[in-house]
């Protein structure tokens, strides 16, 4: 294996702002694994919403808007993923495939040379159901666009796999989010499940997941992306355009339907929860419409309606995506590759969504 450098490349976020706040440099320091601790020489690192929002500062309770990627105006007591400040430079990336290369003390010598992914979610280690402690990699440590990263042994995933590195990187971020929310969904074999924003990385994610449980997926996404949403295994497509959007989805269900996985909320929030039936559950891990909706809570009550946000996922969710991948029930969703050098374009790209699925960095 190849000697360890003192010096690599990395991205650093140096405030809240542009893509001009995502600064290459050549001298970062390689970090050192302490007890507990695993060094990872990354491969790959996939981009998601989490990255743009904490840049741009989305996540201050101050923005009430749909999130555009456009540079906010916000203070930085609570832009962060946690709700608190954020600690620049910062080196982001959650969705990490690499190879450890050297282990902290405590931790077996035989992870050395495994391919591994990461658990985004950081949790405590003496109580790792407290989500009050919660953090996300690349928010509240250092992440993957860099040539190393360094992680707790915890959040660390060997996997076997024939998948290259940049399919893998992929997974982690999106598609154990919805893993989550449709565990916490409970969907059954059977069941029908409402996708919005389908084409993006969640959504994408949402599809295949949704179907590997043998539910029936109706999909929402722009209409020159609905071919290749139904390629990954939607039963049933609708142009998010439609003049009547939840009654198309109605047809589309043919009644009442059982889940509502919902990434984008905004305007359309109100007319799909209606189609929940009585006993519906409505599962939530976004708002790129906006967070701000209106809700008849008459709605909620009356129909017996369970509403879940999920964010903080226990370690089990993980590991289950990792036996998913490694058994072949999925395919990965890559919609583009950059180098880390082209991040600034890569971001561009990302907030434009003209993708499908997951765009991915190729770290040298």
Request: with cysteine.
């Amino acid at each position: 294996m190849n000697s360890i450098p003192e010096t690599m490349t990395a991205v650093q976020l140096v405030g809240h702002g542009g893509p001009d706040m995502l600064v290459l440099r050549d001298d970062v320091p390689v970090p050192v694994p302490e007890a507990g601790e695993v060094l990872i020489r990354v491969g790959a690192c996939g981009m998601n919403n989490t990255d743009v929002n904490t840049r741009v500062g989305w996540y201050s309770k101050a923005v009430t808007g749909e999130a555009t990627g456009e540079a906010l105006d916000v203070s930085d007591g609570d832009a962060s993923w946690g709700g608190s400040g954020i600690a620049f430079p910062r080196i982001q990336g959650a969705d990490i495939c690499g190879r450890v290369v050297a282990v902290g003390a405590g931790v077996e010598a035989g992870l050395v040379g495994r391919r591994v992914l990461n658990d985004p979610c950081l949790r405590d280690a003496d109580d790792p159901g407290d989500r009050e402690s919660a953090g996300y990699v690349g928010s509240e440590c250092d992440g993957g666009f860099a040539q190393y990263c360094i992680l707790p042994v915890r959040n660390v995933h060997a996997v076997d796999s024939p998948f290259t590195d940049i399919e893998l990187a992929s997974f982690p971020c999106s598609w154990s989010t919805a893993e989550h929310m449709l565990t916490r969904a409970r969907l059954a074999d059977g069941e029908t499940v409402v996708v919005t924003g389908a084409s993006g990385g969640v959504g994408s994610a949402l599809v295949q997941l949704a179907r590997v449980r043998g539910a029936r997926v109706v999909a929402i996404a722009g209409a020159a992306k609905l071919g290749e949403v139904a390629r990954y295994g939607a039963d049933a497509v609708v142009g998010r355009d439609a003049v009547d959007l939840a009654g198309a989805v109605a047809e589309a269900a043919g009644g009442p339907i059982d889940v509502l996985a919902d990434v984008v909320a905004g305007p359309m929030f109100a007319p799909l929860l209606e189609l929940l039936r009585r006993g519906g559950r409505y599962t939530t891990a976004g708002a790129i419409a906006g967070p701000i909706v209106d809700l008849d809570v008459r709605t909620l009550y009356l129909n017996d309606l369970e509403f879940h946000g999920c964010t903080v996922y226990p370690p089990e969710v993980f590991a289950s995506l990792v036996a998913r991948i490694e058994s072949g029930a999925l395919t990965p969703t890559v919609g583009g590759t950059f180098p880390l050098a082209e991040i600034h374009a890569a971001q561009e790209a990302f907030v434009a969504k003209r993708h499908v699925g997951a765009l991915v960095l190729e770290i040298p």
